[in-house]
Structure formats: structure tokens, C-alpha cells
């Protein structure tokens, strides 16, 4: 016998038809494969309606089926279209003519296959034979047995003994029902006396119960002398004792055969007495672990046997009276099972031999049956190339007759196994079975298999060539997987066209296939963690890059907690797939938490990433909420057990409480804690009916309360407090008027509440007086004008008082004063501010709270108009007490008459006797307008008008010019001229230099000193015939019209700032250096230099009588090099002092408060500066 050489076959291709060990593309002719068929055996059940033997195979051609019935040929009644191949069904009615064992064949022109046995069983309905049982008569200690013989029927099957009434019959040692479900006494007592034992059959598969006939026991006494009487005699002596015997099993020897992993069940009833004990032992070993003892001892069990539990085992059953034995012989045998796997179909070449072994084993040993297309097969039948040894079957030099469906099967008393061979025996050249021009797409960086699915025999020789080139693809990515090609990590020059080629002795073959690697799809902003809270919208963006050629294909797909989420609007009406892959949920709740994860995906790949959405949302209401006193009945502890908090934090717990008396229905807050304490103590008032509730905050806002506790009554108390807020005044002169901010109704801690009102007069010897009263007022009338009194105020009820009161003064009605400061002086510090003091009118006069004075003054006259009466008047208040007060805002140079009062609450008292004083002159205003004109060479001619305001008798103006350098604009010269004539209002300036630029200032003067200046700039002509040039094109001049309208504008400005500070009060400026025929007149406004840059602030005196704001004329330092202006000219000389409306300095109104002191302070300056010092202060008395 020479070697047999198998082939193998390379083949890839999804639709295989598939035998033991051989997959044949159905594109190639081939006989029948069993792919499918029942495996028996099949039980009918009674309300099955059909039973449906399947049966499918796959062959080229098509198979054909045959059936056959224990061993027959068979037609089935029904053949059902709903299933494939030779599939058939049986109706459940008469079904009991269909039982037996069926057999299916497949067969086409190559070969025929076939199906192990498949059994059906139809059972029929358990049911006990009708019968007359005679009752069981037997003497005491005598066994008995009662036959049960229950009816075959669909296994699991149980059985019951129980009596009419359906008690279960009591079993234990002496009484225990055997596996043949037969009812065994060892011995019988007169209690088992009974007409109604019955046996019972329970069929759980097919519900069923089934009952026997009832059977009836008689146990006879023994009387003295052993002879037997009836059971009704009650004299009876000790029974006999009995040697054991077995009641089952018979004999003294059983053997017991079963497959291995069945389990055992070995069985020994005695029967004697006294009741025999039973004991098992396994013969030279002992028992398995997994050894159980059942019903009493009497049965062995042990379950899934293998080989090791064979052998002998021994039972013994024993009394005091002897003992009893039998013996098992366990034998475990095995049905046939293939030794390692059936037999494998092959597919070989002509002139081959072929070996077909069926390793099988069982016990005993399977016989092994051969057939060939499902007939039985014998080697002599000529053939010189067929033999069988044993377990295997040889071709020698096989051909292509020898093709066909082999079958092995083997079989022992315990069954059979079949396995069908396909043996094909030819020579063919490759058959490529992949379509050819095949395109592939895959992404960079993945791996793709280009199929090449090849049929042939001999196997071929496959290799793949790349664009038409003769050069083998290989590499470290390149892999023969199968005979397709597997490339690895595909890169974009992995594109182009391929080609199997597949070759053998018989020929060869080729196709190509077309390779596209396209760009990876990939997440570029994948979405984020978010914390959001609940009720608001959720957005989770997911956006993707993909290969344009797979935008059509390509989809974002979201999947919550690994669910994808449907974003139809019927399912998911919250859910939106919006542009750019983004997730949109509305209205988020708690059942939105969990993990996102958004997929972009094409045909070919997909990218994901993955966010967590957590919810945050108002923390649930607490639960358990009780109540535990402490100390007292008022003093309770509330304790809770929090709810979720829903991801956020708890902040703080509020407890709120209602009570049913005053505002039943409405909760209040009571106490807060903190979010990491569960308990609260509270004091609760008294005589309420309380009810508690508490809810707990986090940053998303409050939760909903907790279920309320029961109802908390606190016993009635005292009041624990008294009013507060006592108010005490005095509307009229001679009343006092109490009142006070009542208890709240729950403050009341129990009926008949009321108020203890007492008063007395403060600093004399007085008795309190004491009235009690409901309200939360009282008024005590004829009482002496602004007297001072003491007041306390007790709450009390039905159970007692409250605290002890605190004590509070007040004062009875007020009235206007009745005197007037006296010794009123006026000191004049500068031409707008006073210094005013005097003497405080008595305190008994002012009969109430000193409220302040009133400063009262009345500019008569101006002394640059003396003749012209003025009435103007104006007040100042200064609240609380004081002797002396700052008057700012006079005019200067003026005649003026002041008065005092002081006031109270009720009103003012009457005026002081009126003090003249006079302002002294100060410096004028700023010119309001200067003009350059009619420019020479060396002159030039200055117009201006005089001051609106020269705030004294004007002596004339100062004229200063200085030459600039226009290159870097600094001074290089300057002069300055003193023009004497009040009226002057023009000046020619003579010995300019030709073609020169000049700056000029100009500043009106009084004898107090000289105001502000007011700059101008004009050039000079360069030359003599320019200058007629000027002149005849002067108006022409650009410099002409600039000129004009700068003046224009300063006009209106200067309009303007008049206009304001003549409604507000203007501002004085400090005085100029003086000229060379002033400098010793104004000598001494020296001093004032050093206070030039202080300025007072009245307010914040504090209205201090010994201190008060010094007020100096301003002087300000020349420019070096004799200029008075930088070289800008931008700025102004000298401050200015406020000269505002007297709202600025205080306030007419006047508020107090409850004990009468005032309230309105009067402003400070909102202006500050130096002013011009007279020579020297000059007091004024009245």
C-alpha cells in the first residue's frame, strides 16, 4: 500500500458549501453536504400542533431528497415550502401512525448523503387501569407493600402518596415510598390502619396528574398467647422481633448497567423488626466524595459516573435480630463518540490513494458500517482497488469513479454515530472564482485583504504583480494571506491596480483588482466634559475631517452609556442632530447624565470620542425627617437624612416651620445649617402647634421640601421678651407720646398678652407710674415743656411676665425758643468770607432740642453804586451747638447787615440785634477781550474792554509784551507798562523790532491789586514795502482772519464764563506782581505767598468754636526772566475763592431726630483758593 498524498484546497470565498474538513466553492460541481438536519430523538408533546423534521444539504447540482421510516421508503404527508430542502411537518392529529426512525438522504449525480436515525416518540396519555383493590390485611411487625405501578409517560415523571384528603402519607425509616414509586413498610404498627391510600403521578412536561385507585391497609394486634384478635382489642404485648430481610431489591445479587455521566441510583428496602438500619460500602474502595445517601439511607446516589465509580458495591440491612445484605455489580459503559473527529472529506488528484479511517470508541466496541452514496458497501464485490481494514477504508491508484459520498457509521447497544466523506478524485486547472476588476477602498494606516479565491487541483501557485509590472509584491507589509494579498498600514502609494496570478500543472489563470487608499476620517474637535444644569440645553459638538470622495457616505452617529440615541423627533423629541455634528439635547433632566460618544463614521472606518454629561439639578428633599427633645418641651432637635444632591454640592439646609394658630398654612424660616449637618436645634415659642419641614440648597437653587413631620404642640410659657423700637415724642408742648413695636401673635408663648407701660421724671425724686394696657401706645398729657423723662415698657401674660425692661429717656413737647444770641461780632477775613461769633442764647430758652443758628445777611449797597439801595438776602444754617461760623459768598466792596437766631425742632427764636460791616475792594476780573491791530514795523495797536466786574474802584490796566523766539517759542525779552487811566481802553505800542513775533498780556488793576491777564499774540511787518503790501492786502491776510476769529471766540467765552459766574459767583484771582510804582503798596501782600496753596474746607472743621479757616489774597510768583505767563500763555495767574450759591455752605431746611439733635450738615465749599487780605482784620460789633 503506498503513501496516500492529500491536497489541500486554497480557498477565500464568502459562499462555501462545507463537508468534514473541506471547503468546495458552490461555484464547483460537487456531491451533497449535510448542513443541517434534526438530531433525535424527538418527543411529540400533546398540544404541539405540528412536528417539523428538518433535513438540508448543499451540493452542485441541487440536491434531490428521499426519506425512509424504519428502514422503508417514506413519502412525507406534508412537505412545507416555509423551509429549505427536504424539511417536512406532521399534523398532531394521528400522529401516533408517524412513530418510528427516519432517515434522510440528499442526493444528486455525483454522490448521495445521508442523516444518522432520527427517532420520533409519540407517547400516549398516562392513565391508571380501572381496578378493585382488596384491602391489605397483615399482623403487627409484619412489612407491607403497596403496589403503585405507575403508567409510562413523557419523563420528568413524580410520584405522590398522599391520603383522600391530599395529606401526604408521613414517610421516615420504618415507612418510605421506593423508585418504582411502590409504598414499603418495614414493619407494620396499627396506626397505618387507613381505607385512603392513594398514588398519585405528576407529568410536569405535559401537565398531568393522574391518581390510582384508593388502597386500604388492616393492622392486627397480637394478644397474650400470640394469638391474633381484631385491632379493636387494646391488650396487646411487646411485638416480636424480626430478622431483616430485603423488600427491595429480590435476590443477592443485581447488576446495574448505564452510560457514563448518567447517575446511579442504587436502592435497599429491609423489611423486619425492630426498624432495620441500612448501610453501603463500595467493595476494595470506598465511596466517591460525591456519594449521597437519600430517602433514609436507602438509596445511594451519585451523579455523572464515569469508569472509576464501576465495581461493587454492598448494602446491609440490620437489627438486633440479624442482618441482611445484597450486592451491585455497577457496570459503566459509553456509546460510540469519534476518538478525536469524524473522518475528513478530501479532494485529491488522479492516481493517488486514498485513506478514509472512522477512529471511533464506546463500550462495548461500535461495529463499523460502510455504504457509499448511502448503500451498504462490500469490498468484494471485484474491485481490485478498494479494500477495508478494519476502521479504515483504502483506494489504491484512485480515479475519478472513485468520487462519491462515503459513509462510516458505528453503532453499539447504546447507539450510533454517522459521518458522511466526500471523496472527489480529479485534475483541474485554477479556477480564479473572484470577480475580476474587484475595487478595494481602505483608509491610510488600516489594513485590507485583496481577495484572490482560487479552486484547482492540483493546488495552485498564486503571486500578485502591481500595474501590469512583473515584479512580485512582497515587503514587510505585504503578507500571502490565504492566497489573497494583505497589506499592512495601507499608505497612499499603495494605490494603483493589482493582479493574482494563479497557476498548476493544468493551466493558469489571473484578475486584477483595483486598490483606493483614502484619507483616515478623524475627530478634530471632539466634544467636552460639561457640567450643566437641569431645564437648560446641552450642545456637544463633534466635528470630523473625512475623504471627500466618502462625504456621501459619511454619517456622526452619538451613543449614550453605548445606546445609540435615535434622533427622530417621534422617539426622541429633545434629541437634535444639528449642522457640523453637534448634539443638542433641550430641557436636560437627570436621566440625560452619563457618557457621550460621538461616532463619525463612512463605508470604510470610523473615528470616535467621548465626553461626560453631568447634570446638575436642585438636590433632592430629605427624608426621615424626626424630632427629639432636649433640655425641654421647647428646645427640640430635628434630624434628617439628605437626599441626592445631584452632582452639586449641598450649601446649606433650611428648616421652615408652620404653626396652626396665627397663620396656619404659611412656612417660615426658622433656622439654616450648614450642607454638611444633618441636625438642627431649634427653641421653639410657646403654646404653638408646630410642624416642621426642611429643604436643602445648592448653587442651582432650592430643592423641594421634605414631607413635614407630625404635628409638635409646645406647652404655654411667659413671655421671653418685651417691645423694642420704644419712640418717644412730643407733638405737643405739655403731651408725651409713647408707643413701641408690638410682639409678634407667636411671641405671645400663650393667652391674655398686654403691656406694662411706667414713667417718672429723670434727675428728681419721682415714683414710677404704671399703667397697663392692650395697644402699642400711650400718651401722659399736662406735662411741663421739654422735660426729660424715663420709660420702660414688660410684656406679660395669663402665665406671667416677661424679662425685666430696659430703661429709655425722652423728652415731652418742644416750643420755639423764646431769646436771641447775644454779643454777636463779625470779622472780616477778605472781600468774600466772614468770620461770625457770638454768645449762645440760655439753654432753658430754647425749650427743646437746640436744632442750630441761622445766620441772616443783607447786602445794602455797593460802594462803586452808593446811591443805589440793594435787598438782597441770603441764609446760612449751622447745625448744633456752636458760637462762631464761617460765612463765605459776600461781595466785595459792599455794605452789608447781619443777624442770628437759634432754632429747635418747633421753629426758630427771635432774630439778634443786626451788626453792619463793609467788604473791602478786591482784584477786578479778566479783561474780557484784547485785539492786536494795525501792526507797524515797530508799533503795534492793543484794543481791549475794561473788566465786567471790577470788584473796586479800577486805577487803570498792566500791559506787559514779550519778544519769542518762534523756532523754539521761549521768551527772549520781555517789558511791561503801566497804563493809569481807568478809561483807557486802547494803547499803541511803540519800539517793536520789524518782522518779530510778540506775546501780549494784559490785566485790569484795582488798589486791592490786579486781576487775571489775558494774552494775545501779534507779528510785526519785516520790511517797509512789505509793509504797504500788508496793509493794501490786509484784509485778505490769513493771518487777519485767524486773528479775527480767535477773537470772536474768546468774546463768546468770556460771554459765557460771565454769564455763569454771575449766576454762581465768580472767581477772584490773586494779585499779579505788582509794578515798579505799586511794589511798595502792595509790599506787604508778602506774607500771604506762603499760604498761597492751602485751602480752608469749612466742613471739615467740625465746627470746632475754637478753630476756624484763615483766608489770604493769592499772590502769585513772576515767571523767570520777568514773565508772568509761560510761554504758552495757557495758563492763569492766581486762584480764585468760591463765590457759589449758598447752597454750597449749607442749608436753609433743617431735619432732627428723635431726641432733637440735628440731622442736615451744610455742605463745604466746592471751590477753593486764596482771596485778597485786607491790610489787617477789622472786628465789628453790634
Known amino acids: 500500500m503506498g503513501l496516500v498524498g492529500s491536497l489541500q484546497l486554497v480557498l477565500l470565498l464568502a459562499s462555501t458549501s462545507t463537508a468534514a474538513g473541506l471547503n468546495i466553492p458552490l461555484e464547483v460541481e460537487q456531491p451533497p453536504t449535510i448542513i443541517t438536519h434534526t438530531s433525535g430523538p424527538i418527543v411529540a408533546l400533546p398540544f404541539d400542533n405540528t412536528i417539523t423534521i428538518r433535513c438540508e444539504a448543499r451540493g452542485n447540482p441541487p440536491p434531490e431528497y428521499r426519506w425512509t421510516k424504519d428502514g422503508e421508503d417514506f413519502v412525507p404527508p406534508y412537505v412545507t415550502t416555509d423551509h429549505p430542502g427536504g424539511t417536512f411537518e406532521l399534523h398532531n392529529k394521528g400522529l401516533q401512525a408517524f412513530q418510528g426512525k427516519y432517515r434522510c438522504y440528499a442526493s444528486n449525480e455525483l454522490g448521495t448523503a445521508m442523516t444518522e436515525e432520527i427517532e420520533l416518540r409519540v407517547p400516549s396519555m398516562p392513565k391508571f387501569p380501572k381496578e378493585f383493590n382488596f384491602p391489605v390485611v397483615v399482623k403487627e411487625g409484619e412489612p407491607i407493600v403497596l403496589e403503585c405501578n405507575p403508567p409510562e409517560g413523557m419523563a420528568p415523571r413524580q410520584i405522590y402518596w398522599m391520603s383522600s384528603d391530599l395529606k401526604h402519607i408521613e414517610q421516615d425509616e420504618r415507612v418510605s415510598m421506593g423508585i418504582d414509586g411502590n409504598l414499603y413498610f418495614s414493619n407494620a404498627l396499627q396506626n397505618d390502619s387507613r381505607a385512603d391510600y392513594c398514588c398519585f403521578a405528576h407529568f410536569s412536561k405535559i401537565r398531568t396528574i393522574v391518581q390510582k385507585t384508593q388502597m386500604a391497609v388492616v393492622v392486627k394486634s397480637l394478644k397474650p398467647g400470640n394469638e391474633s384478635t381484631d385491632a379493636a382489642d387494646n391488650a396487646t404485648q411487646a411485638r416480636p422481633a424480626r430478622r431483616p430481610s430485603l423488600l427491595l431489591p429480590s435476590g443477592v445479587q443485581t447488576e446495574k448497567v448505564l452510560l457514563k455521566g448518567e447517575n446511579l441510583q442504587l436502592e435497599c428496602i429491609p423489611q423486619g423488626y425492630p426498624t432495620p438500619t441500612v448501610k453501603w460500602m463500595k467493595m476494595g474502595d470506598k465511596l466517591p466524595l460525591r456519594t449521597q445517601l437519600n430517602n433514609f439511607g436507602k438509596l445511594l446516589f451519585i451523579s455523572s459516573v464515569d ?12 437489627n ?65 482497488n478498494k479494500q477495508v481494514f478494519d476502521d479504515t477504508l483504502v483506494f489504491l491508484n484512485a480515479g475519478a469513479q472513485d468520487s462519491a459520498v462515503y459513509q462510516c457509521e458505528a453503532s453499539n447497544t447504546h447507539g450510533s454515530i454517522l459521518a458522511n466523506v466526500n471523496v472527489m478524485v480529479m485534475n483541474m486547472a485554477p ?22 479565491s482560487v479552486f484547482s487541483s492540483p493546488p495552485p501557485n498564486i503571486s500578485w504583480v502591481k500595474d501590469e509590472t512583473l515584479e512580485i509584491v512582497k515587503g514587510e507589509r505585504f503578507s500571502d494571506f490565504g492566497g489573497s494579498l494583505k497589506i499592512f498600514s495601507a499608505e497612499k502609494s499603495d494605490s494603483g491596480k493589482y493582479f493574482c496570478v494563479a497557476s498548476n500543472t493544468e493551466g493558469n489563470s489571473s484578475v486584477a483588482a483595483i486598490l483606493d487608499v483614502k484619507d483616515s476620517t478623524k475627530i478634530v474637535h471632539p466634544p467636552q466634559d460639561m457640567r450643566i444644569i437641569s431645564g437648560t440645553t446641552a450642545q456637544l459638538t463633534c466635528q470630523a475631517e473625512v475623504d471627500k470622495s466618502l462625504r456621501d457616505a459619511f454619517e456622526v452617529v452619538w451613543r449614550k452609556d453605548g445606546e445609540e440615541i435615535p434622533l427622530s423627533s417621534e422617539e426622541n423629541p429633545r434629541f437634535f442632530h444639528v449642522s457640523d455634528g453637534m448634539l443638542q439635547i433641550m430641557s436636560v433632566n437627570l436621566d440625560d447624565q452619563g457618557s457621550y460618544m460621538c461616532i463619525a463614521r463612512t463605508i470604510l472606518d470610523e473615528d470616535n470620542a467621548t465626553a461626560l454629561l453631568t447634570v446638575l439639578d436642585v438636590p433632592d428633599a430629605p427624608k426621615n425627617l424626626e424630632i427629639l427633645e432636649l433640655k ?36 417660615k424660616e426658622l433656622k439654616k445649617v450648614a450642607g454638611n449637618q444633618a441636625t438642627a436645634e431649634v427653641a421653639l415659642q410657646g403654646d404653638l402647634n408646630y410642624q416642621f419641614r426642611v429643604y436643602a440648597v445648592n448653587v442651582v437653587g432650592p430643592g423641594p421640601p421634605s414631607e413635614p413631620t407630625e404635628r409638635y404642640k409646645t406647652p404655654p410659657a411667659a413671655p421671653e421678651k418685651n417691645p423694642e423700637n420704644i419712640k418717644i415724642q412730643g407733638p405737643l408742648p405739655h403731651q408725651l407720646d409713647i408707643s413701641w413695636e408690638p410682639l409678634l401673635p407667636m411671641e405671645h408663648n400663650g393667652p391674655g398678652l398686654e403691656y406694662k407701660v411706667s414713667y417718672r421724671k429723670l434727675g428728681v425724686e419721682d415714683v414710677w407710674k404704671e399703667h397697663l394696657v392692650k395697644r402699642h401706645s400711650f400718651v401722659v398729657r399736662n406735662t411741663s415743656t421739654f422735660i426729660p423723662f424715663e420709660i420702660k415698657i414688660q410684656s406679660r401674660n395669663s402665665h406671667g411676665w416677661g424679662p425685666d425692661p430696659k430703661v429709655v429717656t425722652g423728652y415731652s413737647g418742644e416750643d420755639v425758643p ?24 440760655p439753654p432753658a430758652t430754647v425749650r427743646g432740642h437746640l436744632g442750630g443758628y441761622d445766620v441772616h445777611w443783607l447786602r445794602k449797597r455797593s460802594w462803586l453804586e452808593p446811591n443805589k439801595i440793594l435787598d438782597d438776602r441770603k441764609t446760612l444754617s449751622f447745625p448744633g451747638k456752636r458760637t462762631l461760623a464761617i460765612v463765605p459768598g459776600l461781595e466785595p466792596f459792599s455794605e452789608y447787615m447781619l443777624t442770628v437766631n437759634v432754632f429747635n425742632k418747633k421753629g426758630n427764636g427771635p432774630n439778634s440785634d443786626p451788626v453792619t460791616f463793609n467788604t473791602p475792594e478786591g482784584a477786578p476780573e479778566q479783561v474780557p477781550i484784547l485785539t492786536a491791530s494795525n501792526a507797524q514795523k515797530d508799533s503795534v495797536l492793543l484794543v481791549w474792554a475794561p473788566p465786567r466786574e471790577t470788584n473796586g474802584i479800577l486805577t487803570g490796566y498792566l500791559l506787559q509784551h514779550h519778544l519769542v523766539n518762534e523756532t523754539t517759542l521761549e521768551v527772549v525779552v520781555s517789558q511791561e507798562t503801566n497804563i493809569t487811566g481807568a478809561d483807557t481802553t486802547q494803547w499803541q505800542l511803540w519800539g517793536l523790532e520789524e518782522g518779530s513775533l510778540y506775546r501780549f498780556h494784559l490785566q485790569a488793576c484795582t488798589r486791592a491789586g490786579c486781576g487775571p491777564p489775558l494774552a494775545q499774540e501779534s507779528r510785526t511787518p519785516p520790511t517797509a514795502a512789505s509793509t504797504g503790501a500788508q496793509r493794501s492786502n490786509f484784509l485778505t491776510h490769513g493771518w487777519f482772519i485767524g486773528t479775527m476769529c480767535a477773537v470772536a471766540l474768546l468774546t463768546l467765552v468770556a460771554l459765557m464764563a ?19 510804582t505799586q511794589r511798595q503798596d502792595m509790599f506787604s501782600m508778602e506774607k500771604v505767598k506762603e499760604r498761597e496753596d492751602r485751602h480752608c474746607d469749612v466742613e471739615s472743621q467740625g465746627m470746632n468754636d475754637d478753630t476756624f479757616c484763615e483766608y489770604s489774597d493769592g499772590e502769585e510768583k513772576p515767571l523767570k526772566g520777568g514773565s508772568l505767563l509761560s510761554l504758552t500763555g495757557d495758563e492763569a495767574l492766581g486762584d480764585s475763592v468760591s463765590r457759589d450759591s449758598m447752597a454750597d455752605y449749607g442749608n436753609v431746611g433743617r431735619e432732627f431726630n428723635e431726641d432733637g439733635s440735628f440731622i442736615g450738615e451744610y455742605s463745604g465749599f466746592t471751590h477753593r483758593g486764596s482771596v485778597s487780605e485786607p491790610s489787617g482784620p477789622q472786628p465789628v460789633t453790634a
Open 320 to 384: 438486633p435480630a440479624g442482618e441482611v445484605v445484597h450486592y451491585f455489580d455497577v457496570i459503566v459503559e459509553d456509546p460510540p463518540k469519534w476518538e478525536t473527529e469524524p473522518p475528513q472529506s478530501q479532494l485529491t488528484v488522479i492516481g493517488t490513494d486514498v485513506h478514509i479511517k472512522c477512529s471511533v470508541s464506546g463500550k462495548p466496541p461500535p461495529d463499523i458500517t460502510w455504504r457509499r452514496n448511502g448503500d451498504l458497501f462490500r469490498d468484494d464485490l471485484g474491485s481490485n
Open 632 to 667: 425641654s418641651q421647647r428646645n427640640v432637635c430635628l434630624s434628617w437624612v439628605p437626599g441626592s444632591d445631584h452632582n452639586s454640592s449641598v450649601t446649606e439646609f433650611i428648616v421652615e416651620y408652620e404653626e396652626s394658630q396665627w397663620e396656619p398654612g404659611r412656612w
Open 1058 to 1076: 460771565c454769564f455763569v459766574r454771575r449766576n454762581q459767583g465768580g472767581k477772584y484771582a490773586g494779585t499779579p506782581p505788582p509794578s515798579s
Open 307 to 318: 469508569e472509576s465509580d464501576g465495581g461493587k458495591y454492598m448494602c446491609k440491612g440490620q
Open 431 to 452: 479556477r480564479i472564482l473572484t470577480r475580476d476588476f474587484q475595487e478595494y477602498a481602505v483608509v491610510r494606516g488600516k489594513d485590507v485583504v485583496m481577495n484572490c
Open 818 to 841: 423764646t431769646a436771641a444770641p447775644r454779643d454777636v461780632a463779625v470779622e472780616v477775613i477778605n472781600t468774600t468770607v466772614l468770620r461770625v461769633s457770638w454768645t449762645p442764647a
